[in-house]
């Protein structure tokens, strides 16, 4: 048999950080550095502790990543390359119409990529290839008779539209829009299991693209169009009705209108007839006016010198035919012969000859006669003019009205020619250079895209990584057993006293005393633990309790009063769980009254007394179990029995009930100095330990601290920073640890 070696590895304890706190105190609080390093430090502990768990979760993760790269269908990735520039060149330049949006960069080429995967130009792509009327793309996707595409020779209006959309959808499903990083470029990608297919689609999509944005480019102006076309009609119906309405009147009131052209090439028509005429015969009068002056002076000279009158009016004469010979020319490059001035002149010059003619040969006679021929036409001209004048006069009041028609008029014709002009720019408004480009071309794919094994196992080992991690967190939350002895001061603000490993021999009595064991030295830790919690030592007079059975609280009994007789102090056990004594199974003992004899009055304090062969203490057992054990714990004779126990011995350790379910336990606690709190490792539950706790604190009892039992060696070696560690170099069986 090997020998055994071990290490023992105690915890500095300090008496005033260590003392036992009430249960109302709560757990210490933590630094955040520390509350970090302690998340950190629990699902560290909870990775090893399930590390089978999740290498089954990874390896099961893998597994299918393998069978679905098997069973999948390979598929090609074409790519074709378009180039978007933010501008572009117009062919026309027409100011004030801005066609395009002109946002910011980003939400240009955002719009851009939401485009290249909108629906209408799927379905666009999917209408020029013929996708829709195509079986046999449907049946490459998976999408057989059986999904309820209808045959090709027998497809109405309502199939066509639902294959439409099916292929568009499709399409969608397998497009990837991939700008390229720090440029104007972007790759259209299409995956499908045929690679003529997939380029195909792919130089389709770019191609669709590009036409998709002439059409938009184009359309952004039917709105314009459509209502500059109604405004249209609308001048249109004004304009001939206000022209209507303009000739109705000048036909009703005479009035007759001259066009003019003035210095800009304008034509306008701001003359009347009559006031022509009236200008024309004016000029007519001043001229006859003048003839006159010209043949009163002539009568006057051949009166007074016939012969210089001659002459003179010969003279006067030729020059005066000269001056209107030359108006008549001037007139006749604008008007007709027949027009009344250049007939007055005509008429005037004939008559100029007829006097020249008769030259030498006028007398005052013949100057007499030009003077009545002259006052003649005067008076002829005066009347005539006299007659436009008045009616120029009523033909004015009219002209107001007609002038207020025709503005209306030239309003109309001005916004309707106007309208009609910006209809005409707009029509061609949309023409330009597009603003995108095929770069390059989508070439078939020698190979298939996908499935890719190394891609195929990276995705199913972080997938089942995640996912493990995922399970040990829910399972961590899940699971609120104490696993962690140092949960005992982080959780239930308690000071931990010592932790019991797990042993498997049934013969604890003699792992006790085997002072080389494991056992031993975990309850002498304990022990000497217990030595500092009060000035005088170890506490006079305490207890052991748990939340629920069988959690090692009798064993840590029996063993600490074992090791405290062996320092040569009094001790005395008391068994007080009369209902379920456990401490029978550890220490063989005579048959005789035990406590429940002593309080019911059945016996005296020396009967129950005994004294176990070899073990060096004095022991209470539990007696027969009576049917009121609280009401006995809560007597006056069980105080007497302390304070007698009190008296005779340096210590009292008592094995006191489960404290869930039963009122002994905190009865129990008002009597003693404090309590030692026993949590089973792995099993002991962290809300059943604060609910025991809880009623504990009801009574006032005094929690010392809380030991952790029933350790598995395993976690010991996962770095636990309670402050004690152990190392064993033999290969004997370990001990078992039942009782509790």
Known sequence: MNTPTFTYEE??????????????????????????????????????????????????????????????????MATARVEIARTQAKVVNMGGIDIEDRGRDLQFYETQYNLLKARSLAERVARVLGLQNSDSFFETFGFGQEEGAPAPKARNARDQAARLEAAASILLANIEIDPVGNSNLVDIHFKSPDPALSARVANAWAQEYIQSNLDRRFNTTADARGFLEQRLNQLRTRLEASERELVAYSSSKGIVTLSSTDSEGKT???????????????????????????AESALAAASANPNAANQGTIAGLRQRRAELAARYSALLTKFEPGYPEAEALRTEIYSIDQSIAKEGGQSRTDALALLRAAQTKEAEFRKRVDA?????????????????????????????????????????????????????????????????????????LLIGLILAAALVVIAEEIDQSLRDPADVQRELGLPLLGTIPRVDDKDVGEELQDKKTQLYESYLAVRTNLSFLTDHGAPRVFMLTSSRPNEGKSLSAYALARLFAETGAKTVLVDADMRNTRLDDLIA?????????????????????????????????????????????????????????????????????????????????????????????????????????????????????ALVTKLDNRNLSYGYGYGYGYGYGYGSNEKAQKAG
């Open 388 to 460: 436009l004048t008045k009616e120029f006069n009523v033909q004015r009041s009219n002209l107001i009205e007609y002038q207020i028609l025709q503005r209306d008029v030239d309003t109309n014709r001005q916004l309707y020619d106007g309208l009609l002009q910006r209809y005409k720019e707009i029509g061609v408004a949309g023409v330009g250079t597009n603003n995108i480009a095929i770069v390059d071309r989508a070439d078939v794919p020698s190979g298939p895209y996908e499935p890719n094994l190394p891609r195929n196992l990276m995705v199913s």
């Open 589 to 705: 003992l005579s048959t005789g009254p035990g406590l429940s004899n002593y309080l019911s009055g059945a016996s005296n304090i020396d009967e129950v007394l005994q004294r176990p062969d070899g073990q060096g203490f004095t022991m209470i057992t539990a007696g027969p179990m009576p049917p009121n054990a609280a009401e006995l714990l809560a007597s006056e004779r069980f105080r007497n029995l302390l304070d007698y126990l009190r008296e005779t011995y340096d210590h009292v350790i008592i094995d006191a009930p489960p404290v869930l379910g039963l009122a002994d336990a905190p009865l129990l606690s008002r009597s003693v100095d404090g309590v030692l709190f026993v949590v089973e490792s792995n099993v002991g539950k962290l809300r059943v330990v604060r609910g025991a706790l809880r009623r504990l604190e009801l009574p006032g009892a005094k929690v010392f601290g």
């Open 268 to 294: 306008s028509a701001n003359r009347t007839m009559v006031m022509d005429d009236l200008g024309t015969l004016n000029n007519a009068l001043n001229a006859a006016v003048a003839e006159r002056v010209a």
């Open 11 to 76: 915890a500095p304890f300090d008496p005033a950080a260590q003392a036992a706190v009430p249960v109302s105190d709560g757990p210490r609080p933590m630094r955040l550095d520390e509350r970090a390093l302690s998340v950190i430090e629990r699902y560290f502990h909870a990775v090893i502790n399930r590390r089978l768990m999740i290498l089954a979760v990874v390896l099961l993760s893998l597994t299918v990543g393998v069978i679905t790269y098997l069973m999948a269908t390979p598929r090609y």
